[in-house]
């Protein structure tokens, strides 16, 4: 098979797709559960307002870019083209709008139910489109994998709501970690089992998953989560008690465990990316 010269671009697009409508949801979860307190609520909506714009973008360009993988150059705009490639991206676009605007709503309205609005419009828009509407029959698979967004996304937030930063009060601090960690405990073996199951199902079992790109791909983006769900383990039987009880020590502590994540997430990211435009799902 002749390799398509425009798959580099469209990884490039999917990466940037995917993490920033992650962000944005992200941003808003942590605002919606209260893991942010109201003071700073505002600051942390008015960036998913601007993650949900770019994620805007990045879903057009996305789009314009099926157009000319089905149809060259003078396919860009041409609704004939667009009436094959709608079909197959237009549920996952629609979602995405939906997302943007109501994450503008909650930040401009300052509107908790908007923001859930918004986080939920974004995971959904991963599961109208891709892999798992390709199966034969997706059954519960598309509504799967946007409940792994979710958490998924509330995973990215932390590296960026817990910083600990000079204007950040210990205090505001510690409960911000307690209450991110009291989500993550439950959140984070959901998000492994779902990411499991799925990778599965997409691959075609465990022989395919094993020895596919594709299937290594997704062991690769498991394997961060797995780290992921240790370093949650961590931060809340000990990096949370330090900041109570050494909050020097405590903060350095979870200045390394945030940095550990952050990169497990941009790893995961990769992968998911990777899997979704320079690969696919082996055949059976």
Known sequence: MEADPLAPALFAIKLGLYGSALLAAGLDLHASLNIIARDDRSRALRIATVAGIFALIFAALRLGLANLQLGGANSLLDPATLSWTWPALGPSSIAVVVGAVAMAAGWLLQSSIATA???????????????????????????AAAAHVLIAAFWLAGPITLWPTRSLEEATLTARVTRFSNFAVAAVPVLFVLGLWLALLLAG???ALLSSLYGQLLIAKLAAASFALALGAYNKSVVTARLQTAPETGQ??????????????LIALAAIAAATSLTGPPSP
């Open 117 to 143: 609005i918004g986080a939920v419009a974004f995971a959904i828009s991963f599961g109208q489109t891709g892999h798992t509407q390709a199966l034969e029959s997706p059954g519960l698979a598309p509504w």
């Open 205 to 207: 079992g465990w022989a």
């Open 252 to 265: 350095r502590a979870l200045r390394l465990t945030l940095d550990l994540d952050a990169v497990l997430f």
